[in-house]
């Protein structure tokens, strides 16, 4: 495998570097980074191991590029999905831009296009219900046909099963709306993340005792609404490194809000985090939003958010 220097990043298939083309790569959207995306993954890390680790994938999300005004869904930024990926060992992302261009290759134009005279990928891997092409009329066997025709290997995987539940996007994506952190984790193989930037807020949190750090959840599908026990990466500067904490995730009904977004309280933490970029992992769902008689009632419910996330945490 070639393991040269940090993972590269490739937008358009029309104008891609020698160096970048003969990668063996999972074909995806990989939201969520699940374990069937990892399964689909080692399987093409062995299918060429001299071959460079890639991953083709596309953004927007082809769903977002056909329902633009559809509910948000996504498990995960761009970024997120990215650095994720990196870690997993993969040494060329094809990031593909969806337009209106890619969305009408037909499957053969798509495999004679796109993965032969674009990016001249050695080998490909796909999901049992992988579909692409214009009309997502390409089915996983079709694409093994194709490279059977034009000389690159193919290799179908199953689906992955947790339990009675095949491994999906829409699984996880249930588990978080129900309130279920750590059914979506097993599914993910790691704790479901929120990541970005701490942005500024009203500052109530001070004045209860409580500072959090603030982040937008806009473009990402919206966990149950509720107080969570969290584990806290401050991912760069002064306060780098990993923290225990208490967020809550909606639109702070004791105070009229409207915008959903995420505070976390940071268990024993001094500093200030404005703009630094944060990874908040859902450990467990402690209890929905709620609305309090007084300020009081409401501190004493967050004293005792405190407690049962640090001997959640504690356990892990």
Not at 11 to 16: A, P, T
Not at 164 to 188: C, E, K, W, Y
Not at 213 to 242: I, K, R, T, W
Not at 258 to 264: G, S, W
Request: hydrophobic share 45%.
């Amino acid at each position: 495998m070639d393991t040269q220097g940090p993972m590269r990043i490739i937008r358009d298939y029309q104008f891609v570097d020698d160096q970048d083309r003969g990668a063996s790569v999972a074909i995806g959207n990989f939201d969520g980074v699940h374990v069937g995306h990892q399964t689909v993954i080692d399987l093409a890390a062995q299918a060429a191991p001299d071959a460079p680790l890639g991953i083709l994938t596309f953004e927007p999300h082809p769903r977002q590029y056909f329902a633009p005004e559809a509910p948000t869904f996504r498990l995960m930024s761009s970024a997120a999905r990215a650095s994720r990926l990196e870690k997993l060992g993969v040494e060329r992302l094809y990031e593909l831009n969806f337009n209106a261009s890619l969305a009408g290759l037909t499957p053969d134009a798509f495999a004679q296009d796109v993965i032969v005279r674009g990016l001249g990928l050695s080998h490909v891997v796909v999901g049992a219900d992988f579909c692409f092409g214009q009309g997502r009329v390409g089915t996983a066997e079709m694409l093994q046909d194709f490279g059977n025709t034009l000389g690159f290997g193919v290799t179908i995987a199953p689906l992955l099963a947790e339990g009675s539940t095949v491994v999906s996007s829409t699984a996880i994506r249930t588990a978080l709306s129900d309130g279920r952190p750590q059914d979506a984790a097993a599914m993910l193989g790691h704790w479901h993340r929120i990541e970005g930037p701490v942005i500024g807020g009203e500052q109530r949190g001070r004045t209860l005792g409580y500072p959090t750090a603030n982040m937008a959840l806009e473009g990402l599908h919206l966990p149950a609404f509720g107080v969570y026990a969290v584990l806290v990466d401050v991912l760069e500067g002064a306060h780098q490194g990993s923290y225990h904490g208490v967020a809550s995730l909606g639109v702070r009904p004791m105070f009229d809000g409207d915008v959903p977004n995420l505070e976390t309280f940071v268990f024993d933490f001094s500093g200030d985090l404005y703009g630094v970029p944060l990874s908040v992992g859902l450990v467990a769902h402690l209890r929905g939003e709620e609305k309090y008689d007084s300020l009081e009632a409401l501190i004493t419910q967050m004293d005792a958010d405190s407690a049962q996330s640090r001997a959640i945490l504690a356990a892990l």
